[in-house]
């Protein structure tokens, strides 16, 4: 398996890891017209936006299966809501349901946090609906469960929490054995 940064190019395979990702793991959380009603299209065109405009102190990952296949990815950088503790956040982070369980979402979320790191943003969060049943994987990461907040998706309340590390070194090396691992 290979991760390298992620490329305009790869929007079409991110919109696809994403939807897929959605309709797995939110089956039963989230209504199925909801679901049913989620776009490559739409996604892909969303992605050619973030790609082609890469914000300072934003990264993206892909995970491959080989030279052509997009399994999973991760986004994230620099806090968006001014948090005053946590300098870094995990925007997004998606494996194909048959990749996880081998590594796949610890080495992609290592190496997010080494490019925040690297540009000084030593503290990560990340924000997961509860849920979620891949939101232990945060917990075996050593993530401290900090807040919770409501949210609405496709006319659903749903919650969601927060998982914080105030040294992102420590993603470096920790292990996990759950979902998105």
């Known amino acids: 398996m290979i991760i390298r940064p992620a490329h305009q190019t790869d929007a079409e395979a991110i919109a696809k890891v994403q939807v897929d990702t959605w309709r797995s793991t939110y089956k039963g959380i989230m209504s199925d017209d909801f679901l049913a009603a989620l776009s490559y299209e739409q996604r892909a065109k969303a992605w050619h936006n973030i790609l082609s405009d890469p914000k300072p102190n934003q990264f ?74 891949c939101r232990r994987f945060y917990e075996a990461l050593g993530g401290e469960r900090l807040r919770d907040k409501q949210i609405n998706v496709g006319g659903a309340q749903l919650v969601e929490v927060a998982y914080g590390w105030r040294d992102a070194r420590t993603l470096l090396t920790n292990p996990s054995g759950s979902c998105n691992d």
């Not at 503790?85 to 979320?109: I, S």
């Open 60 to 133: 993206a990952y892909v995970a491959m299966q080989d030279a052509k296949e997009v399994i999973g990815f991760a986004v994230g950088g620099q806090e968006r809501s001014g948090d005053t503790e946590y300098t870094g956040e995990l925007y997004a982070l998606y494996v194909l349901e048959a990749f996880q369980r081998q590594g796949l979402g610890h080495r992609l979320t290592a190496t997010l946090a080494r490019s925040c790191i690297d540009a000084g943003l030593g503290s990560l969060l990340v924000w997961v609906l509860e849920g979620n049943p």
